[in-house]
Nanobody
């Protein structure tokens, strides 16, 4: 069983930045990794994915503002979030893709205006 632990969330003003981290209990080298988010009263939505070869894809809503990256040596995936908007407020979840599809417990990001 793989455990994913997110951190780095918090309260930030509109236009600010945050960097989320997701540390896995095991190796992530052979897995694509992703970030999702869930705002109050809404369904969980995909934010970004990074492949094993570090290719990246983003939801249109965050393209140009968010950057996903990975450090396989540290079993860690990052999400750099810049120019934050109030609509970015959500719980952010890390996901390890694969047959079992592991999820982290989430970290709260609140963007205030």
């Amino acid at each position: 069983q793989v455990q994913l632990v997110e951190s780095g969330g918090g309260l930030v003003q509109v236009g600010g930045s945050l960097r989320l981290s997701c540390v896995a209990s095991g190796s992530i080298r052979l897995n694509a990794m992703g970030w999702y988010r869930q705002a109050p009263g809404k369904q969980r939505e995909w934010v970004a994915t990074i492949s094993t070869a570090s290719g990246t894809t983003y939801a249109d809503s965050v393209k140009g503002r968010f950057t996903i990256s990975r450090d396989n040596a540290k079993n860690t995936v990052y999400l750099q979030m810049n120019t934050l908007k109030s609509e970015d407020t959500a719980v952010y979840y890390c996901r390890q893709f694969g047959p079992d599809g592991y999820w982290g417990q989430g970290t709260q990001v609140t963007v205030s205006s």
